[in-house]
C-alpha cells in the first residue's frame, strides 16, 4: 500500500511537471468594421482597390496586397501612409537612403602537422608546407525608396512592414496557471476593450499630380485570445491534396501540418 501511494505521487508530480513544462502558444483573433472575412481571405474592396490582409505569423505581421481594378494606373502616396498601432502612428516612408555593405574573404592554408616534423627529424620528407593568404572584397550599396509609387492597371504589389504585437496577454483570471493540456481557452473582447487596435491608413490617387487624394482608414482590433498547447496548436499530420512531382506523378507520401488555428486575420505568440 505504501508502495502505491509512492508511485502515485510520483505520477502527480510527473503530469504536473509535463503540464508546466510543455510549450504553450497563444492564438490572437482580430476584428474589422472594414475588412471581411470571406473563403478564408480578409479582404477589403472599393471600387478602386482589393487589398486583401494576412497577418498569419509570430507577432503578427500586418502583410497585405494591393490590387488596382482600374484600367488606368493608381498611385500610392506612401508618405502620407501610416500604421496606427494603440495610438502610436508609424510611417510607410522615411525621406533616408538605406545602404547595404558586403564583404567577402578567403583563406587558405596549409600548416607543417606534429607528425612531419618528427618524419623530417629522421630524414623523412616533409608533405606540407605552411602557407596562408587572405583576399577579401567590399562593396556599398544605397537605395532610397520611392514616396509615391506608381501601380498598373490590373496588378497587383505586396507589402509587409509591421508587426501587431510582441506581447502575450494575460490577467488575473487568464493566465497560465490552470492551463488544461487537452484544452484550450479563450477570451473574447469587445471593440472598447480591446488590448490592441491599429488602423491601415493608405493615402493614393488616379492621378500622378492630383491634390485630391483618395484614403482608405482599415481599422482592427484583437477579438479574441486563445491558449493553447503545442501538440493543439500544431495540429494533425495530414496528407497534401493534389501533391506531384515536376513529371506530374502523384506522390502518396506528401504530407504537411496545418495549424488548426491559421487564419488570416489571426496571429500568434510563444507564451511558455
Same mark, same amino acid.
Given at each position: 500500500?505504501?508502495? =502505491?501511494?509512492?508511485?502515485? *505521487? #510520483? $505520477? *502527480?508530480?510527473?503530469?504536473? &511537471? #509535463?503540464?508546466? *513544462?510543455?510549450s504553450m502558444y497563444q492564438v490572437l483573433e482580430t476584428k474589422s468594421p472594414e475588412v471581411k472575412l470571406e473563403n478564408n481571405? %480578409? +479582404?477589403?474592396?472599393?471600387?478602386?482597390? !482589393?487589398?486583401? %490582409?494576412?497577418f498569419w505569423a509570430m507577432g503578427g505581421q500586418v502583410s497585405f496586397s494591393i490590387t488596382n481594378k482600374l484600367d488606368i494606373p493608381i498611385y500610392i502616396d506612401w508618405d502620407h501612409s501610416h500604421l496606427i498601432n494603440n495610438g502610436i502612428s508609424y510611417e510607410y516612408w522615411y525621406d533616408e537612403e538605406v545602404?547595404?555593405? &558586403? =564583404?567577402? @574573404?578567403?583563406?587558405?592554408? $596549409?600548416?607543417v602537422s606534429a607528425l612531419s616534423v618528427i618524419a623530417a627529424a629522421y630524414g623523412y620528407p616533409q608533405s606540407n608546407y605552411r602557407y596562408s593568404a587572405t583576399s577579401g572584397s567590399?562593396?556599398?550599396q544605397s537605395k532610397k525608396t520611392k514616396q509615391?509609387?506608381? !501601380?498598373?492597371?490590373?496588378? &497587383?504589389i505586396q507589402v509587409s512592414k509591421f508587426a501587431i504585437s510582441r506581447s502575450v496577454y494575460f490577467d488575473c483570471d487568464f493566465n497560465l496557471s490552470h492551463k488544461s493540456l487537452k484544452q484550450s481557452d479563450s477570451k473574447t473582447f469587445g471593440l472598447e476593450v480591446s488590448?490592441?487596435?491599429?488602423?491601415?491608413? !493608405?493615402? %493614393?490617387?488616379? @492621378?500622378?499630380?492630383?491634390?485630391?487624394?483618395? !484614403?482608405?482608414?482599415?481599422?482592427? %482590433? +484583437?477579438?479574441?485570445?486563445?491558449f493553447a498547447s503545442k501538440i493543439k496548436f500544431a495540429g494533425k499530420m495530414s496528407a497534401k491534396a493534389n501533391a506531384c512531382n515536376i513529371s506530374g506523378r502523384k506522390s502518396r507520401y506528401a504530407f504537411e501540418k496545418i495549424s488548426p488555428y491559421k487564419k488570416p486575420n489571426a496571429f500568434f505568440l510563444r507564451a511558455r
Open positions: 500500500m505504501k508502495d =502505491y501511494a509512492i508511485k502515485l *505521487c #510520483l $505520477a *502527480c508530480k510527473l503530469a504536473f &511537471t #509535463l503540464n508546466s *513544462c510543455t481571405a %480578409y +479582404i477589403f474592396e472599393n471600387p478602386d482597390l !482589393l487589398i486583401n %490582409y494576412d545602404s547595404r555593405t &558586403t =564583404y567577402r @574573404s578567403s583563406t587558405s592554408s $596549409a600548416g567590399m562593396a556599398s509615391i509609387i506608381q !501601380l498598373p492597371p490590373k496588378s &497587383t488590448p490592441v487596435t491599429f488602423r491601415n491608413f !493608405l493615402s %493614393y490617387s488616379t @492621378s500622378e499630380k492630383s491634390e485630391a487624394d483618395k !484614403l482608405i482608414d482599415n481599422k482592427f %482590433y +484583437i477579438s479574441m485570445a486563445t
